[in-house]
């Protein structure tokens, strides 16, 4: 049971330009959620989250977006850089059950 | 280093072998997670310590997948008479008892098993 899709497996922007990831879930008992990237050879790297008493959480160059009643979540960051070229997760949790999506390839051209 | 760290990180076995793997996650992390992840899909969770207790299995770990963490420190999975189907990247994480601003879990690289 997918209970977090992400339904683009792949996204190409140009750097500088904002790219913007999406990620869709089910469960309405989820209270927490996050965003991981990950390099090839490494475990993923936390990023940013958001509780769901919010709807929007900034850090940077990297906002996330909540929209409970769509069920919706979505990662922008802005400008991208090279370097953001990775594999980005979604996951979304409730106590110690986190679940994650199958993942985004972000990547970001020069 | 004091991240996450797993140990081998490579492992090639026949069918029907028995393979242990080893996670040492970051020094005074309570709780410990193993995840699962198949090409194309993102982890999947398999276990939670808290501590020595393991509070959390998924019905994803069969009969034949056993954790420990015996002191509250490192843990080892251990996978009975592998098959083909275990073929995937075992990924560990820590995150310390009170992780509950940001609910931020640290991966470390993951052991890759292959099954013959």
């Known amino acids: 049971d997918q209970q977090v899709k992400q339904n683009s497996p792949s996204l190409s922007v140009q750097e500088g330009r904002i790219s913007i990831l999406n990620c869709d879930y089910t469960n309405s008992m989820f209270d927490y959620f996050l965003w991981y990237k990950k390099y090839p050879a490494e475990g993923p790297t936390f990023l940013i989250s958001?509780?769901?008493?919010?709807d929007k959480n900034e850090d940077g160059r990297f906002t996330v977006f909540l929209n409970k009643s769509a069920k919706h979540l979505s990662l922008h960051i802005v400008p991208s850089q090279p370097g953001d070229s990775a594999v980005y997760f979604c996951?979304?949790?409730?106590?110690?059950?986190?679940?994650f999506g199958a993942g985004t390839r972000l990547t970001v051209k020069p | 280093d004091t991240g996450v760290s797993q140990d081998p990180r490579h492992k090639i076995t026949k069918r029907g072998q028995n393979v242990t793997f080893r996670c040492d996650p970051i020094s005074e992390h309570n709780r410990l997670y193993w995840y699962r992840q198949t090409l194309g899909q993102g982890p999947e969770f398999l276990t939670y310590?808290?501590?020595?207790?393991?509070?959390?299995k998924s019905r994803l770990l069969s009969d034949r997948f056993s954790a420990e963490r015996p002191k509250g420190s490192f843990s080892t999975l251990e996978i009975q008479r592998t098959e083909q189907g275990d073929s995937a990247m075992y990924l560990c994480?820590?995150?310390?008892?009170?992780?509950?601003?940001?609910?931020?879990?640290?991966f470390g690289p993951g052991t890759r098993l292959t099954v013959t």
């Open positions: 958001i509780s769901s008493i919010k």
């Open positions: 996951a979304a949790g409730n106590n110690n059950d986190m679940r």
């Open positions: 310590f808290q501590n020595e207790a393991q509070l959390e």
């Open positions: 994480a820590s995150s310390p008892l009170d992780q509950e601003l940001t609910y931020e879990q640290y």
